[in-house]
């Protein structure tokens, strides 16, 4: 296989953008934080299109579907440059969602989660410049040990 | 200089791929367990639809032995998906150690460590896709909070992407 050498910046390679954890969750409810610091606001200079999630827990409930995690997005900035294609500058949805199921139900829970795909894109949710990001989830007990590697691209605007 | 603006996703970037931890260390010091404390936490699944190229690794750790190599830690890659054959013909499963990273007699451990090179890459070991990645360890003196970044690049599988 070849290599190619671009100078940068590159815009657009798929890989590791955002990672968070180890952190132990704090509550139950499905539209409150992991934990208190599970947010992050995109950079108004691009749009972020994530692709998947990896979720990995050093421990959890040994009951099948105890635990729910989602990755959302909210908002973004009217004030920003309007999208070539016409669209808007704002998006609210559920970028994912995984739940422990029964080969699971173990101390230790891996998971990988594929993200829906906005309209018009090869894969990936678009998550707008400026909008923010939250991990949320639900559970009987505290998952411990999360750590979450999000996955996409980035798209410069 | 200047910007080169794909509108993605992009395959085949090199880029972070995958961080663990820092969490605590495993209190074994076999080479074929996991080298967190908690089973199972320092591994994680390739995705079923892209294989990866893992071309180095970064370790810290924030208290480790003063006694040189006394601590060390493999990334290993095992398995993968018969059912993801590839264009070329080759095996869709690999099985061997990436990359070795040892410590160096320092209370403090930052090493970066480049993995081996595949036959008929530029660089890096292939991952296939569904193969599972595991951090393992051994050491006489526990050490604490190891974190591991994986940097690498991707392929695209499109035999298994429903799209």
């Given at each position: 296989m070849?290599?190619?050498?671009?100078?940068?910046?590159?815009?657009?390679?798929?890989?590791?953008?955002?990672?968070?954890?180890?952190?132990?969750?704090?509550?139950?409810?499905?539209?409150?934080?992991?934990n208190v610091n599970a947010i992050r606001v995109i950079p108004s200079n691009e749009d972020w299109y994530i692709t998947g999630?990896?979720?990995?827990c050093s421990t959890n409930s040994s009951v099948a579907s105890a635990h729910k995690v989602f990755l959302k997005t909210e908002g973004g900035s009217s004030a920003l440059t309007p999208r070539a294609n016409g669209g808007g500058t704002t998006n609210a949805a559920t970028v994912l969602s995984?739940?422990?199921?029964?080969?699971?139900?173990?101390?230790?829970?891996?998971?990988?989660a594929t993200a829906t795909v906005s309209g018009s894109e090869l894969e990936g949710t678009w998550c707008p410049a400026g909008s923010t990001l939250r991990l949320v989830s639900s559970g009987a007990t505290a998952a411990a040990g999360m750590q979450f590697n999000v996955m996409g691209f980035t798209k410069r605007i | 200089m200047g910007i080169t603006r794909f509108s993605g996703p992009v395959y085949g970037a090199k880029g972070l791929l995958w961080v663990a931890g820092?969490?605590?260390?495993?209190?074994?010091?076999?080479?074929?367990?996991?080298?967190?404390?908690?089973?199972?936490?320092g591994k994680r699944v390739v995705p079923l639809y892209e294989d990866w190229f893992i071309t180095e690794a970064y370790l810290v750790c924030s208290t480790a032995s003063t006694v040189a190599a006394?601590?060390?830690?493999?990334?290993?890659?095992?398995?993968?998906?018969?059912?993801?054959?590839?264009?070329?013909?080759?095996?869709?499963?690999?099985?061997?150690?990436?990359?070795?990273?040892?410590?160096?007699?320092?209370?403090?451990?930052?090493?970066?460590?480049?993995?081996?090179?595949?036959?008929g890459e530029y660089e890096g070991v292939w991952c296939p896709a569904g193969s599972t990645l595991r951090w393992v360890s051994s050491y006489a003196d526990i050490p604490t909070l190891p974190q591991m970044n994986v940097t690498g690049y991707i392929r695209y599988i499109d035999s298994t992407r429903a799209v």
């Open positions: 070849g290599v190619t050498r671009l100078c940068g910046a590159v815009r657009g390679p798929h890989c590791l953008l955002w990672t968070y954890g180890p952190v132990t969750q704090t509550t139950s409810a499905s539209t409150v934080l992991v999630m990896n979720l990995i995984m739940t422990s199921g029964v080969a699971d139900a173990s101390t230790a829970w891996s998971t990988y | 820092p969490s605590a260390a495993a209190s074994t010091s076999a080479s074929t367990v996991n080298a967190f404390l908690q089973p199972g936490y006394a601590q060390q830690w493999k990334l290993k890659v095992e398995g993968g998906s018969t059912l993801v054959p590839r264009s070329n013909g080759q095996d869709s499963t690999n099985s061997t150690t990436i990359l070795t990273i040892a410590s160096g007699g320092s209370s403090n451990v930052g090493t970066l460590a480049t993995a081996g090179v595949q036959p």
